[in-house]
């Protein structure tokens, strides 16, 4: 793979992932959008993803597409934003502020995603648009319990996939918009040809739910070749936001230009460290936790890698 803007810049010495480059105090950082719903018990959703965007150096925007109710175990209720205002939202940031990229994650309903599927067109975000488009196409509870009617899962696979630069679904989601259950490798590449065959630009087909193997295979695809990208799984329970935060941190990446499999390369490595600093929150699943990037000294004071 081909070095991007920034990768030589790294934390080699913590074994964290390569830094992105950041802007002098003062001065503007580059720009990035959640176009999701929000978290209440903070993580997961917009929540988690403003965390990865702020803890990379970038000024997050976002665009509610819902307001749930949950906590660490589970949703217990969630209210739609009307899709116009969803919409207005995209619109409002993008003409005034700019982005360079944007991603998705719960989308709720299939008005939403139609006037996320035309918002995106007008304002030059997708896979033929200034902005990449990262779509984390969020239709199954980690129970792999279906979180969206069958019509909006319709509207998924054939207004947004054709838009998006890259999707990053997880198994129980591939299993919904394909039909395909991903059990080893052989599987895992049927999948990724069939969410590429749905239009996007690139199709990552994660292998987090993978729960026996011992690594966490995710499976890069561009209509020709595949990329593999490998860590070994981390032994906890405390997972929550973790596709979201791969997402936000593709995105990141994004925007500062890399290619797209460097991105993915990128995401994975923070993914993983957000994984292995990961903390128990109330009496269910706690979250992926960025905040390994704020540490403290031995004297105290607090130092950010």
């Known amino acids: 793979m081909t070095d991007s803007p920034g990768s030589e810049a790294g934390s080699a010495d913590t074994g964290g992932p390569p830094l992105l480059p950041t802007a002098a105090p003062g001065s503007t950082p580059v720009r990035v959008m959640t176009i999701a719903g929000s978290d209440s018990g903070g993580g997961a959703g917009i929540q988690a993803d403003l965390r990865t965007f702020a803890l990379l150096g970038l000024h997050g925007c976002v665009a509610v597409t819902a307001v749930t109710v949950q906590n660490s175990l589970g949703v217990s209720g969630f209210h739609e934003i009307p899709p116009e205002v969803v919409a207005a939202q995209i619109y ?27 918002a995106c067109v007008d304002a030059g975000i997708g896979r033929d648009g200034a902005a990449p488009l990262i779509l984390d196409p969020v239709c199954a509870s980690m129970h792999g319990d279906q979180l969206l009617a069958t019509e909006a899962l319709d509207a998924l ?11 990053t679904p997880n198994l129980d989601e591939v299993r919904l918009i394909t039909g395909i259950e991903v059990v080893d490798e052989s599987t895992q590449r049927d999948a990724a040809r069939a969410l590429h065959g749905l239009g996007p630009q690139w199709a990552l087909v994660k292998g987090g739910h993978l729960r026996g193997s011992a690594q966490s295979p995710d499976l890069l695809f561009d209509g020709a070749s595949f990329a593999e990208f490998t860590h070994p799984r981390v032994d906890t329970g405390h997972d929550h936001g973790a596709g979201d935060t ?37 009496a269910g699943h706690g979250p992926v936790n960025p905040l390994w990037r704020v540490h403290r000294t031995a004297d105290d004071g607090v130092a950010v890698r």
């Open 92 to 118: 409002s940031v993008v003409s005034d502020i700019g982005v360079g990229a944007a991603k998705t994650g719960m989308l709720a309903s299939e008005p939403i995603i139609e006037a996320v599927t035309h």
């Open 246 to 282: 791969l997402a936000a941190a593709i995105a990141s990446a994004l925007a500062h230009r890399y290619s797209v499999p460097d991105a993915v390369a990128f995401a994975k490595t923070w993914v993983t460290r957000g994984l292995q600093a990961a903390y128990p929150l109330g």
């Open 157 to 167: 696979r054939n207004k947004l996939f054709p838009l998006a630069t890259i999707v």
